[in-house]
């Protein structure tokens, strides 16, 4: 099992919560996976971020960066945050 913790650091825009409010509730986000054979075959956000579309997208990043073989804290923590982060920006962040 892995734990990581996405951490953003976000600048608002006029719909997006303020980037305290999201660093707060990211800084909470823990994730679990289940790994077999070298690959993630199931993830599950363990202390929530507090956003599901956020912690759909953590665990969606987390099996894409694991599976594509970013496999180190570290890297892995780096390449689900640029996915998150991408995905917030969509969503009205910048």
Known sequence: MILLPALLLLAPAASAPAPDVVVTSLRKLRIA?????G???????RVSSGDEGIDRAACAATVTCFNGGV?????????????VAALVRERGGQ
């Not at 690959?39 to 956000?45: F, P, R």
């Not at 496999?71 to 996915?83: F, R, S």
């Open 33 to 37: 996976t289940q790994v077999d054979g």
């Open 39 to 45: 690959k993630v075959t199931g993830c599950h956000a």
């Open 71 to 83: 496999t180190q804290p570290e890297p892995l923590a780096d390449c689900v945050e640029a996915k």
